[in-house]
């Protein structure tokens, strides 16, 4: 699962370049996140899996939707993009800023509704 921006930014770029043919479009993204990065604790497992979905990431590529084969060469293709909000997810992942930083809460069905949806994706 890609849980970020990047994700959203990739789609986008890949709209783009298909609804403009022989166009080349450069996406960049960053997000960071080790500023809500603390020691993992034993009484609260949701910030380590908070960390672990939310961390850190860079990102640049280069879309578009008819490669020239003689001189282009991608490492990767993609074919599908999207986003799905499941149903009855509302709170599943909270993050709330505090001045101990962003403290994730996870729904303890947070498992089974995913395993639940994951022909979505």
């Not at 699962?1 to 298909?18: G, H, P, Q, T, W």
């Not at 990102?59 to 293709?77: C, I, M």
């Not at 909000?85 to 509704?113: C, N, Q, R």
Request: glycine content about 8%; charged content about 25%; cysteine-free.
């Amino acid at each position: 699962m890609y849980f970020n921006k990047i994700a959203s930014v990739l789609r986008v770029a890949k709209d783009l370049a298909e609804n403009n043919k022989s166009s080349r479009v450069l996406a960049v993204a960053s997000e960071v996140t080790a500023v809500t990065y603390r020691a993992p604790s034993e009484n609260h497992l949701d910030g380590l899996v908070g960390s672990a979905l939310f961390g850190d990431d860079a990102d640049v590529h280069v879309v578009g939707s008819d490669p020239k084969p003689e001189v282009e060469k991608p490492l990767f293709e993609v074919h599908w993009a999207g986003e799905t909000i499941l149903p009855e997810s509302g709170g599943a992942i909270d993050g709330h800023l505090t001045e101990a930083g962003l403290i994730f809460h996870l729904m303890k069905d947070e498992p089974v509704l995913i395993s639940k949806n994951i022909e979505r994706f």
